[in-house]
């Protein structure tokens, strides 16, 4: 059974920063799509950083260039550095993981995490 767990988030002030960890367990895919989501209350959830098995990285464009998406493969660890931190990044920032590629709907990630919270003040 795969097991996401998401560690990391806070509170900072605005131009801050947070790395935020996803500890992965059970994972059994050759080849798959890791990605950072996130979603605040009354809002869609959106995808923020994707990582492949092949070590390739895409990002939402208002995050590129502050946001990092990176994974240690001998800890199973996918992690999310954000730097330049801005209030509308506030969040529940979640890891999720499927099987294939980085493409296709949200509903193509049957593994979740529970969350951690991103809280950005101005």
């Known amino acids: 059974q795969v097991e996401l767990v998401e560690s990391g988030g806070g509170s900072v002030q605005a131009g801050g920063s947070l790395r935020l960890s996803c500890a992965a367990s059970g994972v059994r895919y050759s080849t798959y799509c890791m990605g950072w989501f996130r979603q605040v209350p009354g809002k869609e959830r959106e995808g923020v950083a994707f990582?492949?098995?092949?070590?390739?990285?895409s990002y939402k464009d208002s995050v590129k260039g502050r946001f990092a998406i990176s994974r240690d493969n001998a800890k199973n660890v996918l992690y999310l550095q954000m730097n330049s931190l801005k209030p509308e990044d506030t969040a529940w920032y979640h890891c999720?993981?499927?099987?294939?590629?980085?493409?296709?709907?949200?509903?193509?990630?049957?593994?979740w995490g529970q969350g951690t919270q991103v809280i950005v003040s101005s």
């Open positions: 990582f492949t098995s092949e070590g390739g990285t």
């Open positions: 999720a993981i499927r099987s294939g590629w980085c493409v296709g709907p949200m509903t193509l990630y049957p593994y």
